[in-house]
């Protein structure tokens, strides 16, 4: 998708973009009845199309001739895989996102604009969440998953990347799958979506409470909401994705919730949800301008509820944009 602007479906017939140095023109290997998909592009690569009685791997691998190292997807599936290793067995592959994802995790001007923009199609369904337009109380998480994916598409976008509903206790799970479980009134409804529009990718996640907010649950959240803002501030350039993490991680640490935040701060975001850089402990790697990534702390306490906040950033020369403006704090809507 990045290379060559064609989203490829992810199948067991395999799609291939092969460039090779002083090749004259990459070729893109793509199964025959998808030919009519892919845009015309000359001079960007040539398309062969195989049928089902031939051998795409073998093509593949005689289109790389005899190099001695291949830069591979991380996301090309492992019989593929396998089989250039059994055609090609003196030939080193390694990843491709060592060097491609440095590379696409430094967004040019036109790819921070569409990165906002899509951004603000998603902060429109999330106010309307917060509005109180999206009905909750006696609805399943899988109903409220599909209005909030068809309000993604009504707004923009033309595909939904994933859409978590997450109610009660199961929203103390940070990647719970929407289930027929009915919200009730008096408790935590978080929701995290995103979708794709013109090859980019939004996700943003606003927590709401079915009726009246109880002290505790406004307490931690006010520790939530100062553990983002301190990793916004912090994504500056010149300081490293480790330190915005500990930013966050440090604000819910010093109120006792350390052992509560169990994933990382953020993840990059463009033509995929998560791709380079990775906001986490550790990560040495320094935030430039042109980044784009999640901020996204998060507390969860087993059996009761969670709670996750979550903006995409873009990186200017002077610090950190948020892509989304809508309300920070947890919202009550009508029980």
Not at 158 to 172: Q, W
Request: hydrophobic fraction near 40%; charge should be negative; charged fraction near 20%.
């Amino acid at each position: 998708m990045y290379l060559t602007g064609y989203h490829a479906s992810s199948m067991e017939r395999i799609t291939a973009f092969v460039a090779t140095p002083g090749a004259n023109t990459p070729e893109m290997f793509v199964p025959k009845i998808e030919v009519p998909l892919v845009p015309e592009q000359p001079g960007v690569y040539t398309v062969s199309g195989w049928d089902d009685d031939q051998d795409p791997v073998q093509m593949i691998a005689e289109a790389l001739g005899g190099a001695r190292k291949v830069l591979v997807s991380d996301e090309l599936w492992a019989v593929h895989l396998l089989g250039l290793q059994r055609r090609m067995p003196d030939t080193e592959f390694v990843s491709f996102s060592d060097s491609l994802g440095g590379l696409r995790s430094v967004k040019n001007d036109d790819e921070m604009l569409a990165i906002q923009t899509v951004g603000g199609l998603a902060n429109q369904v999330a106010a309307a969440l917060q509005n109180g337009e999206i009905p909750l109380v006696g609805r399943s998480e899988k109903e409220i998953a599909a209005d909030i994916s068809q309000r993604l598409r009504d707004v923009g976008h033309e595909t939904v990347e994933f859409c978590i509903v997450a109610s009660g206790p199961n929203s103390a799970s940070p990647h719970h799958h929407p289930t027929d479980r009915i919200v009730q009134a008096g408790e935590m409804v978080l929701c995290d979506f995103g979708g794709k529009h013109q090859g980019y990718c939004s996700d943003i996640t606003r927590c709401v409470w079915t009726g009246p907010i109880p002290d505790d649950v406004a307490a931690t959240w006010d520790t939530l909401k100062k553990a983002q803002q301190a990793a916004v501030d912090a994504a500056r350039p010149g300081a490293t994705l480790g330190e915005v993490d500990a930013a966050a991680r440090d604000v819910i640490a010093d109120a006792g919730f350390g052992d509560q935040f169990i994933h990382r701060t953020g993840h990059g975001i463009g033509t995929e949800v998560h791709e380079q850089p990775y906001v986490k402990s550790g990560n040495d790697e320094v935030v430039v301008e042109g980044h784009a990534f999640s901020i996204e702390p998060g507390i969860y306490i087993a059996g009761q509820w969670g709670m996750r906040l979550e903006d995409i950033v873009v990186i200017s020369d002077s610090g950190a944009i948020r892509c989304s403006t809508t309300n920070h704090n947890i919202v009550s809507v009508d029980a």
